[in-house]
């Protein structure tokens, strides 16, 4: 069985500026997707990125980066920029290679964004 | 873009009584799915289904049934509530198998069920 770990359950971070949220996760799959979702007070999950685990380069998305480090199963959320649109419940998820939609998700971090 | 709508925002039922948790997809995705969400545990699986009257469960079925009666709609059933089912319940759907560059859920907004 797969686990994915949030250590932060709380992190700040002042607009503008940069925040990275951990992630690390526990499988004996080779191949398997990870995401990061967001979650604002609306309760709307949002994916906010997405890495394939055969993948070595980091995805990026706008101002959202990964730090993928699949030895040290790794996989960290860097937002640069921060808005105060950021604001919400960030969640790191993983799922197997052919298991769509099956995601098995970490207790998430709430990130809030000061002006 | 794809919309997920489960039928009730809040809901206050009472130990014993039968629930059901209704959700649809409007773009005829194959896969659906229930979560949980709780503070500190995140979201965890209940049940999903990759087909209409096709079930399987996820990681924690206890307590709660489902059915797929139609490709569009998915719903959770708890049998006799429970207080520790008081929780926030997600609906999520996905198009099906194969390779997506794309690829994502599609969550509702989520019911608050309290049992009381």
């Known amino acids: 069985a797969q686990t994915v770990t949030q250590s932060q359950p709380e992190m700040s971070v002042q607009e503008a500026e940069t925040v990275t949220l951990s992630c690390t996760y526990d499988?004996?799959?080779?191949?398997?997707?990870l995401f990061w979702y967001k979650q604002p007070p609306s309760r709307q999950m949002i994916l906010v990125i997405r890495q394939e685990a055969y993948k070595q380069q980091n995805a990026t998305e706008n101002r959202f980066s990964v730090n993928f480090q699949k030895a040290a199963k790794s996989f960290s959320l860097k937002i640069s920029d921060s808005q105060l649109g950021d604001t919400a419940m960030y969640f790191c998820?993983?799922?197997?290679?052919?298991?769509?939609?099956?995601?098995?998700f970490g207790q998430g971090t709430i990130l809030t964004v000061h002006p | 873009d794809v919309k997920v709508t489960q039928s009730s925002r809040y809901l206050v039922k009472r130990t014993g009584e039968k629930v059901f948790l209704e959700c649809v997809q409007d773009?005829?995705?194959?896969?659906m799915f229930w979560y949980r969400q709780d503070p500190g545990l995140g979201l965890r699986l209940i049940y999903f289904?990759?087909?209409?009257?096709?079930?399987e469960k996820g990681d924690i079925p206890e307590g709660y049934s489902v059915s797929r009666e139609k490709k569009e709609r998915f719903s959770l059933i708890l049998e006799s509530a429970s207080t520790n089912q008081t929780s926030m319940y997600l609906c999520?759907?996905?198009?099906?198998?194969?390779?997506?560059?794309?690829?994502?859920?599609?969550f509702g907004s989520g019911t608050q069920l309290s049992v009381l």
């Open positions: 289904s990759y087909d209409v009257k096709m079930k």
């Open positions: 998820a993983f799922r197997p290679g052919t298991s769509y939609g099956k995601l098995t």
């Open positions: 773009m005829d995705h194959e896969n």
């Open positions: 499988t004996s799959e080779n191949n398997y997707y």
């Open positions: 999520a759907s996905h198009y099906g198998t194969g390779a997506a560059t794309n690829e994502k859920l599609f």
